[in-house]
């Protein structure tokens, strides 16, 4: 099994340097290339062990240690989806977003589609990324800037929140175990939701290293992003 069987949507306490002033979300210093692999990297989720980074010049997922090393484990999404966007983990198997047919797809931990997959279409023909909260899935759609809550087996809840007044090119989402945080292309910046979809006023800019950002993770302490435009993944951690 290449994927770690571990709750992926657990809140681990931000542990940070300056504890004498103000905290806030920062660059780390920390980042990893991809571009051995991917020259288009656009999803990112963490399994609790490994990184695993999903693009479309290649429609393969890739496997990183949590230092950012590829293993040299992969598995390929081109027979479902041809434009592979986004990619979560829900503690026992991935879930890639496909552009191509507004599909999302269910892979088990060892990368082997299972046949089983889910329609968007009906809430955006453009759907960019995936998250799961530990009951439901959440995809963030470029056509509308709404997110849209799905049941563990994919059907549509009829419940969804906007982010388009916050950024119009949304690409990525991550959930921490209480809240949302949404990623876009346009602004390079994070945007905070509450679990109800609401806007805090909370965000922070990754526009210095993380260009064209396209994807977001949450490693339980810090937050991961994917520069598009750079072929890296950026740690941003609560300092």
Do not use: C
Not at 200 to 219: E, K, L, M, N, Y
């Amino acid at each position: 099994m290449i994927g770690a069987n571990l709750n992926a949507f657990s809140i681990g306490k931000a542990v940070g340097r300056n504890n004498s002033g103000p905290r806030s979300w920062q660059y780390s210093g920390t980042s990893f290339s991809v571009a051995g692999q991917e020259l288009n990297p656009r999803g990112i989720t963490w399994d609790g062990l490994h990184f695993w980074v999903v693009g479309t010049s290649q429609d393969t997922v890739y496997q990183y240690t949590s230092a950012g090393v590829y293993t040299g484990t992969s598995f390929s999404v081109a027979s479902q989806t041809s434009a592979p966007l986004g990619i979560a983990w829900d503690g026992l198997h991935f879930w890639v977003v496909g552009d191509t047919a507004d599909t999302v797809y269910k892979y088990t931990s060892a990368g082997v589609y299972t046949g089983t997959s889910f329609s968007t279409a009906s809430q955006d023909t453009n759907p960019q990324d995936i998250a799961w909260d530990g009951l439901h899935f959440w995809v963030i759609g470029g056509i509308l800037r709404r997110v849209y809550k799905y049941t563990a087996a994919g059907v549509y809840t009829g419940t969804s929140f906007s982010v388009g007044s916050q950024e119009l090119n949304p690409r990525g989402i991550a959930w921490d175990g209480s809240n949302f945080w949404v990623v876009g292309y346009n602004t390079d910046a994070v945007y905070q939701y509450t679990s109800a979809g609401v806007y805090t006023g909370t965000s922070f800019s990754v526009v210095s290293q993380a260009a064209g950002a396209s994807g977001i993770a949450w490693d339980n302490y810090n937050f991961w992003v994917v520069g598009f435009d750079s072929d890296a993944v950026y740690k941003y951690s609560y300092l």
